[in-house]
């Protein structure tokens, strides 16, 4: 069993931490910010935490991140729902499900706004031996220890703030978004991690609300609406409270307008499945969030690692525009990645861990992350060619399927049922497609259908009701 060291207290940092503890490591995790999780107050209004930008902006959990934690770490989710998370079955909310089917349930999740989460994840780390946390420790470098000659920097530990040195057998980078550790280990002498990095391109204008009649808002249609100019994500949440985000491309300057409450009023309001998810009292103002990074690191580059002794986890690894809310659950995954092969691989064979973690996140958890790109890029270029006022064309008869599917989704239960599988992450579109007929069924249902499918406003409408020019 090993000493590791998880930098950063955050989705993936905490899931990490559990998942090593339970498998007898000892674990210390240190996080920059300094506030402890707020004991009774409620964690959304009392928890200050600087460090994560998107702290007090909308969150949904998917069912896959629900089942694996059911199965992995079953007591974050009591602990989250005796605070007030939500069970819900995403099925419900799609009108064309039909009955209820056998295996319906596994469209179930439990989800709450981000401070609800993350304070249920350090509650069960406060409680779980071979856990310490310390906050207010931020990291500012790595170790390596210069006695040793290694092929490649070998890191021994990390230095922190005030000169402290924290030594590990294995450090976990779970720093995010903003993660140091490409510097950091140029720093040490290491090559750069292969990096791959670009602003997403999108802006959400968000807002938080609560029940005034203690029933959330009645879901119409999918939590994720594709509109000309505009998604809208509609996501319910801990304790009556909802969130909804309006979604446009930053270089759309029509759209700036969106961040005065009134216009972002005014915009839901033209949505005819998304304008009652206005009903209610509003419990934040518009929430703005831009330059978002889509960021990938690989740290075998050119067949070797760039060091040993180091590996990042979740964000800090790779993450995307966050409009198919799979960032928790694809750091869970590559979180149950590290615990297994640290089950399979002494911590001690440096060169072999680095390799095989590598390997696995490679084969098992990029292949995720490029499908949010995929789908991203091309979304955003619709966006773009919305604000233009030119058609959408790509020669990817990939995108022309997926458009299919949308709306063959919103008339078809099986159709429902296999796209919410994709966007649940519950299984790859070549395992879905896989069910006889349905490929031919999309196509017949959806590859006529207009190009988008849910009721809502044109631009023009929308730039008239937001008082916008073209
Ligand atoms: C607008 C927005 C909406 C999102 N919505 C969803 C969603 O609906 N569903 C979903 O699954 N995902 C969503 N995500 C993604 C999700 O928030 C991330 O995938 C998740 O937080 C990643 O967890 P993490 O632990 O890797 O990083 P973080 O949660 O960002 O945590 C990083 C931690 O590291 C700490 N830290 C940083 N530097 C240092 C240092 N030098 N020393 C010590 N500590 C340090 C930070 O303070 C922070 O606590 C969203 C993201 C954004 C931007």
Same mark, same amino acid.
């Given at each position: 069993?090993?000493?590791?060291?998880?930098?950063?207290?955050?989705?993936?940092?905490?899931?990490?931490?559990?998942?090593?503890?339970?498998?007898?490591?000892?674990?210390?995790?240190?996080?920059?910010?300094?506030?402890?999780?707020?004991?009774?107050?409620?964690?959304?209004?009392?928890?200050?935490?600087?460090?994560?930008?998107?702290?007090?902006?909308?969150?949904?959990?998917?069912?896959?991140?629900?089942?694996?934690?059911?199965?992995?770490?079953?007591?974050?989710?009591?602990?989250?729902?005796?605070?007030?998370?939500?069970?819900? @079955?995403?099925?419900?909310?799609?009108?064309?499900?039909?009955?209820?089917?056998?295996?319906?349930?596994?469209?179930?999740?439990?989800?709450?706004?981000?401070?609800?989460?993350?304070?249920?994840?350090?509650?069960?780390?406060?409680?779980?031996?071979? !856990?310490?946390?310390?906050?207010?420790?931020?990291?500012?470098?790595?170790?390596?220890?210069?006695?040793?000659?290694?092929?490649?920097?070998?890191?021994?530990?990390?230095?922190?703030?005030?000169?402290?040195?924290?030594?590990?057998?294995?450090?976990?980078?779970?720093?995010?978004?903003?993660?140091?550790?490409?510097?950091?280990?140029?720093?040490?002498?290491?090559?750069?991690?292969?990096?791959?990095?670009?602003?997403?391109?999108?802006?959400?204008?968000?807002?938080?609300?609560?029940?005034?009649?203690?029933?959330?808002?009645?879901?119409?249609? @999918?939590?994720?609406?594709?509109?000309?100019?505009?998604?809208?994500?509609?996501?319910?949440?801990?304790?009556?409270?909802?969130?909804?985000?309006?979604?446009?491309?930053?270089?759309?300057?029509?759209?700036?307008?969106?961040?005065?409450?009134?216009?972002?009023?005014?915009?839901?309001?033209?949505?005819?499945?998304?304008?009652?998810?206005?009903?209610?009292?509003?419990?934040?103002?518009?929430?703005?969030?831009?330059? !978002?990074?889509?960021?990938?690191?690989?740290?075998?580059?050119?067949?070797?690692?760039?060091?040993?002794?180091?590996?990042?986890?979740?964000?800090?690894?790779?993450?995307? @525009?966050?409009?198919?809310?799979?960032?928790?659950? !694809?750091?869970?995954?590559?979180?149950?990645?590290?615990?297994?092969?640290?089950?399979?691989?002494?911590?001690?064979?440096?060169?072999?861990?680095?390799?095989?973690?590598?390997?696995?996140?490679?084969?098992?958890?990029?292949?995720?992350?490029? @499908?949010?790109?995929?789908?991203?890029?091309?979304?955003?270029?619709?966006?773009?060619?919305?604000?233009?006022?030119?058609?959408?064309?790509?020669?990817?008869?990939?995108?022309?399927?997926?458009?299919?599917?949308?709306?063959?989704?919103?008339?078809?239960?099986?159709?429902?049922?296999?796209?919410?599988?994709?966007?649940?992450?519950?299984?790859?579109?070549?395992?879905?497609?896989?069910?006889?007929?349905?490929?031919?069924?999309?196509?017949?249902?959806?590859?006529?259908?207009?190009?988008?499918?849910?009721?809502?406003?044109?631009?023009?409408?929308?730039?008239?009701?937001?008082?916008?020019?073209?």
């Amino acid at each position: 069993m090993a000493r590791i060291l998880v930098l950063g207290a955050g989705l993936c940092g905490l899931s990490t931490a559990l998942l090593l503890a339970r498998d007898g490591h000892e674990v210390t995790v240190v996080e920059r910010d300094p506030a402890e999780p707020p004991t009774g107050a409620q964690p959304w209004e009392a928890w200050q935490r600087p460090g994560v930008n998107q702290f007090r902006l909308p969150h949904l959990m998917l069912p896959r991140w629900r089942a694996e934690m059911d199965r992995e770490l079953p007591e974050v989710l009591r602990v989250l729902e005796a605070a007030g998370g939500l069970r819900t @079955n995403l099925l419900a909310m799609l009108p064309p499900r039909g009955p209820w089917r056998d295996g319906d349930e596994r469209f179930e999740t439990v989800t709450a706004r981000r401070p609800v989460l993350e304070s249920a994840l350090a509650a069960v780390a406060a409680d779980t031996a071979g !856990i310490t946390v310390h906050r207010g420790v931020a990291v500012t470098g790595l170790l390596t220890d210069p006695a040793t000659r290694t092929p490649v920097p070998h890191v021994t530990g990390v230095l922190a703030e005030g000169g402290r040195l924290l030594r590990a057998d294995l450090v976990v980078d779970c720093c995010g978004r903003r993660s140091a550790l490409a510097s950091w280990l140029q720093a040490i002498g290491a090559r750069r991690p292969a990096e791959e990095r670009a602003d997403c391109g999108f802006v959400y204008f968000a807002r938080h609300f609560r029940t005034r009649t203690g029933a959330l808002p009645e879901g119409r249609t @999918n939590l994720l609406q594709r509109h000309e100019s505009m998604s809208i994500l509609t996501l319910p949440a801990d304790n009556g409270t909802w969130s909804v985000a309006l979604v446009t491309s930053s270089r759309d300057r029509s759209m700036r307008a969106l961040r005065e409450p009134a216009r972002w009023d005014a915009a839901l309001a033209v949505y005819p499945d998304a304008a009652h998810w206005r009903d209610g009292e509003t419990i934040s103002g518009v929430e703005v969030i831009a330059g !978002i990074e889509d960021r990938y690191r690989g740290f075998v580059a050119d067949g070797r690692p760039v060091a040993t002794g180091v590996v990042a986890v979740g964000d800090s690894w790779a993450c995307t @525009n966050p409009s198919l809310g799979r960032g928790a659950t !694809i750091g869970l995954l590559h979180a149950i990645g590290l615990r297994d092969v640290l089950r399979t691989t002494d911590p001690d064979d440096h060169d072999k861990l680095a390799r095989r973690f590598h390997e696995w996140t490679s084969t098992a958890v990029q292949p995720l992350h490029r @499908n949010t790109l995929w789908y991203d890029r091309h979304r955003l270029a619709e966006l773009d060619a919305d604000a233009a006022g030119l058609p959408y064309q790509t020669d990817d008869p990939k995108w022309a399927f997926s458009l299919a599917m949308f709306a063959a989704a919103r008339t078809h239960p099986d159709v429902a049922r296999a796209h919410l599988t994709l966007g649940s992450l519950l299984a790859d579109i070549d395992e879905v497609l896989a069910e006889p007929g349905l490929a031919a069924r999309i196509t017949e249902l959806g590859t006529h259908a207009p190009n988008h499918p849910l009721a809502g406003p044109s631009r023009r409408e929308l730039l008239a009701a937001i008082g916008g020019s073209p």
